[in-house]
């Protein structure tokens, strides 16, 4: 599945078409915070609680975040792909050779952006 096959996909299971106001996109963005604190949740449990990795479990739930980042995207008329292509761009300027420590704990104290 391609990225505009996906948001297709999501666009189908969003209520109400696109640009429905803000609360909508508070709805979005709360769903988004929501569904990332179930991945932190169950990371917390497997590190901390020593339970066993359901991967089924997580990918269900990265899923529901991948799910409110596209209707976020769509929402505001934006692509996965020019999402994705912006983030790109955006950390090969910060990590020109690729993450390093140092490069990013110059960025911690004051380094570039």
Wanted: net charge negative; with cysteine; glycine share 14%.
């Amino acid at each position: 599945m391609t990225l505009d096959e996906y948001q297709t996909e999501v666009r189908r299971t969003m209520e109400g078409g696109e640009g429905k106001g803000d609360m909508r996109l508070a709805i979005f963005g709360l769903g988004l915070a929501g569904e990332a604190g179930e991945v932190v949740d169950l990371l917390k449990k497997w590190i901390g609680h020593n339970k066993s990795r359901d991967l089924d479990v997580m990918k269900g739930e990265i899923g529901d975040v991948l799910w409110y980042v596209t209707a976020l995207c769509t929402d505001l008329g934006l692509t996965l792909d020019e999402v994705c292509r912006a983030n790109s761009a955006k950390l090969r300027a910060r990590y020109p050779e690729g993450f390093s420590y140092e490069r990013a704990n110059a960025r911690r104290d004051g380094g570039p952006r």
